[in-house]
Nanobody
């Protein structure tokens, strides 16, 4: 069992930066890969990126590549999403999620993730 709590959301101006955190609890934190997803009003939830359990591999959606960065601190059981050069279309509720770090799981797909946080709102004002 992994419990996830996101924080750090808020209101930011276009071009600004924000860092989201996802605090995890559970004994097997280091064995999981973590993903970030987001859901804008009236739209389906979409993939943002993931990080493997040792932090050596990350992946990003095309829409955020070069602007967002995911990192993790296994000693603090925390995952981070650094968001730079924010755009109005980045406005959404952002969720972190945990998935077993195995070749059998496609970490781009929501269905691979067993545990989800409650989400944190990010609003980018023009």
């Amino acid at each position: 069992q992994v419990n996830l709590v996101e924080s750090g959301g808020g209101l930011v101006q276009v071009g600004g930066s924000l860092m989201l955190s996802c605090a995890a609890s559970g004994r097997t934190f280091s064995g999981y890969a973590f993903g970030w997803f987001r859901q804008a009003p009236g739209k389906e939830r979409e993939y943002v990126g993931f990080i493997r359990r040792d932090g050596s591999v990350t992946d990003y959606a095309t829409s955020v590549k070069g602007r967002f960065a995911i990192s993790r601190d296994n000693s603090l059981k925390t995952i981070y999403l650094q968001m730079n050069t924010l755009k109005p279309e980045d406005t959404a509720v952002y969720y972190c999620a945990a998935a077993p770090d195995s070749e059998w799981y496609d970490l781009i797909r929501e269905s691979s993730y067993y545990y989800w946080g409650q989400g944190t709102q990010v609003t980018v004002s023009a």
